[in-house]
């Protein structure tokens, strides 16, 4: 089975793969299309569908048969761009709240000393981020990130290009962990393999992004730690939509408007 052989995907029928989507309306269309959201009456959307709420305290919707999520306050839709890859880009609605605020790596694998990620809130039934999707427009598809139990029908070379774009969309993340050696995930590696030199060389640090089988939406991090002849290698699990939460996300009002000003 495919890397990704437990992801929905939803292709419209009949529709010219030569899709455009450019505006946050048509995104909050696929949302709703996927999780139901107009059918759902205690969600309130904003007139642009940019900002989604719930006037309920602690609404709890279900995810799955056996999860329920906690939905409380407001939501800004935002996007996360596949890098030179026009019109494939990651959505989600995420938690309105203070700056990114972060300053250790999380249960997910996010979240740095630079503060690059909020930290996550996927602890029990509540989180900062909710119906994520993944969308490319140039090849029709559309991956449902949040139910990752359904079985998709994507060929292989489908599935191949969502894997090399899953990968471009978290090689920003995956650097900055490269660039920052202080950051608390990878800075207790580095000190267990300085701490057996008298005197310690440099540290060069080397990262691959793995699909891994069966997992949904998951991507291994597998780093390369190389002092002199000595090396560590270590790994992180992590789910691509919790993307959503770092600073590569944007507000969707200034990612379409900035496709906009390209196309001109």
């Known amino acids: 089975m495919n890397a990704f052989a437990l992801i929905l995907c939803s292709v419209v029928a009949g529709a010219d793969p030569a899709v455009s989507i ?65 019109g494939c880009f990651l959505a989600g609605f995420v ?15 996010f979240g740095s000393q630079e503060g690059f990620g909020r930290r996550s809130r996927a602890m029990g039934h509540q989180r900062d981020h909710h119906f994520a999707i993944y969308v490319d427009a140039a090849n029709n598809i559309l991956l449902d990130l949040e139910r990752n139990n359904l079985i998709s029908h994507l060929t292989d070379e489908e599935v191949g290009t969502v894997k090399a774009n899953l990968a471009k ?18 800075a207790s590696y580095i000190t267990s393999l300085q701490d057996e030199f008298i ?6 640090i080397e990262c691959d ?27 992180k699990h992590y789910y691509i939509a919790n993307l959503l939460t770092t600073r590569l996300a944007i507000p969707a009002s200034r990612y379409f408007a900035a496709e906009t000003q390209e196309e001109k």
């Open 22 to 86: 450019t505006s946050p309306q048509q995104v909050f269309d696929l949302q709703s299309r996927l999780y139901q959201l107009d059918k759902s009456p205690h969600f309130v959307v904003s007139e642009d569908r940019t900002l989604l709420q719930t006037p309920l305290m602690g609404y709890e919707y279900p995810a799955n048969p056996r999860t329920t999520w906690k939905f409380d306050g407001k939501y800004d839709l935002r996007i996360v761009p596949c890098p030179d890859t026009p």
């Open 95 to 109: 938690q309105r709240e203070s700056p990114v605020e972060s300053q250790e790596v999380n249960e997910n694998g």
């Open 169 to 186: 969309i978290a090689q920003p993340y995956v650097d900055q962990l490269k660039d920052n050696p202080q950051d608390p995930f990878i």
């Open 199 to 204: 005197v310690t060389p440099p540290v060069e």
């Open 209 to 235: 992004l793995i699909p891994l089988p069966d997992s949904g939406p998951k991507l291994k991090m597998s780093f390369r730690l190389t002092a002199g002849e000595r090396k560590v290698g270590i790994g």
